[in-house]
């Protein structure tokens, strides 16, 4: 079941879901409203002809911040990591769904590839995986409105939650978009 606004107000109240900071203006019918933040990694194509998901990435991405009227610009075909500007969390007994804003949707603008399912127990700001399937660039701009959150109820709290995953936990408590860590599958593969 999809948390209402009232349900999603009191699940605030009742610390189940965080978002820092916090405006209750954000709270749509179904969904609270999530701006974007200041920091982005690109792929330096120019210095790099192929990725190997057996390695780290780090190497391979750029990075921009932008504040204030200064854009980041994305153009056509590209693709960019992005970050959430509020810090959201979930409890254990919920789990939350990203989706992108039909404002930015109609410029061309995907927000997520397949990233959109946050865990029982998750807190952080989200990543985005940005990616511009339009004709022409759009300038996105520091904390400007850019996705919504909405949330569901688990039939029982999440026995292992995200935060107690402590093997399995690459992302929990980001505070800055991070590049893909799959490449740690692959390290503890050769272990075993």
Not at 28 to 39: F, V
Not at 103 to 128: D, E, K, M, Q, Y
Request: a positive charge; glycine letters at 8%; hydrophobic letters at 40%.
């Amino acid at each position: 079941m999809i948390l209402s606004d009232r349900d999603i107000k009191k699940a605030i109240k009742d610390k189940r879901i965080t978002i820092e900071p916090y405006n209750p203006k954000q709270v749509q019918a179904a969904s609270i409203d999530l701006h974007l933040g200041n920091r982005f990694l690109f792929f330096k194509r120019a210095s790099h002809c192929v990725i190997d998901v057996k390695k780290p990435v780090d190497d391979l991405m750029g990075e921009h911040r932008i504040s204030g009227n200064n854009p980041f610009i994305i153009h056509p075909g590209e693709f960019a990591l992005g970050m959430v500007y509020e810090k959201t969390g979930v409890g254990e007994d919920l789990v939350a769904r990203l989706e992108g804003r039909s404002s930015v949707g109609r410029l061309g603008i995907i927000i997520h590839a397949t990233a959109g399912f946050i865990n029982p127990g998750h807190c952080l700001n989200l990543t985005l995986e940005l990616h511009n399937v339009g004709v022409l660039p759009v300038m996105l701009y520091y904390k400007m409105p850019i996705a919504q959150l909405s949330f569901e109820e688990l039939s029982s709290p999440a026995q292992l939650p995200y935060a107690k995953r402590k093997s399995k936990n690459k992302y929990h408590g980001a505070t800055t978009v991070q590049a893909s860590q799959i490449w740690r599958y692959f390290v503890k593969a050769r272990k075993k």
